[in-house]
């Protein structure tokens, strides 16, 4: 699922043992990639040892790019997991606040 989504996202997250690591795909909206991994990393401080491991897709753009209709019946096991900061009624986009 992770794979499909870097199509459509911006970075790719990772936070393994406590570091982050991060791989880009595109060019964000301005700078909301470092915001978003400057949270993740305060968080990290906050709580050492506490944190879990994950694997995490963001989109940057100004509108949800998982649009609901593409995935209804047989396809709704491939929603690509994609956290945006932006969604409506008609997309699966997974709402991050920035």
Same mark, same amino acid.
């Given at each position: 699922?992770?794979?499909?989504?870097?199509?459509?996202?911006?970075?790719?997250?990772?936070?393994?043992?406590?570091?982050?690591?991060?791989? *880009?795909?595109?060019?964000?909206?301005?700078?909301?990639? &470092? +915001?978003?991994?400057? #949270?993740?990393?305060?968080? @990290?401080?906050?709580?050492?040892?506490?944190?879990?491991?994950?694997?995490?897709?963001?989109?940057?753009?100004?509108?949800?790019?998982?649009?609901?209709?593409?995935? *209804?019946?047989?396809?709704?096991?491939?929603?690509?997991? &994609? +956290?945006?900061?932006? #969604?409506?009624?008609?997309? @699966?986009?997974?709402?991050?606040?920035?």
């Amino acid at each position: 699922m992770l794979a499909r989504s870097h199509i459509i996202a911006s970075f790719r997250l990772v936070v393994r043992g406590g570091s982050i690591f991060v791989q *880009r795909f595109s060019p964000p909206f301005q700078t909301r990639d &470092l +915001f978003t991994i400057w #949270g993740i990393f305060q968080l @990290l401080r906050r709580y050492p040892g506490r944190f879990p491991d994950l694997d995490l897709m963001f989109d940057c753009v100004d509108w949800p790019v998982v649009c609901e209709h593409l995935y *209804r019946g047989n396809h709704a096991a491939f929603i690509p997991p &994609l +956290f945006s900061y932006c #969604g409506d009624d008609t997309t @699966l986009n997974i709402v991050f606040p920035d």
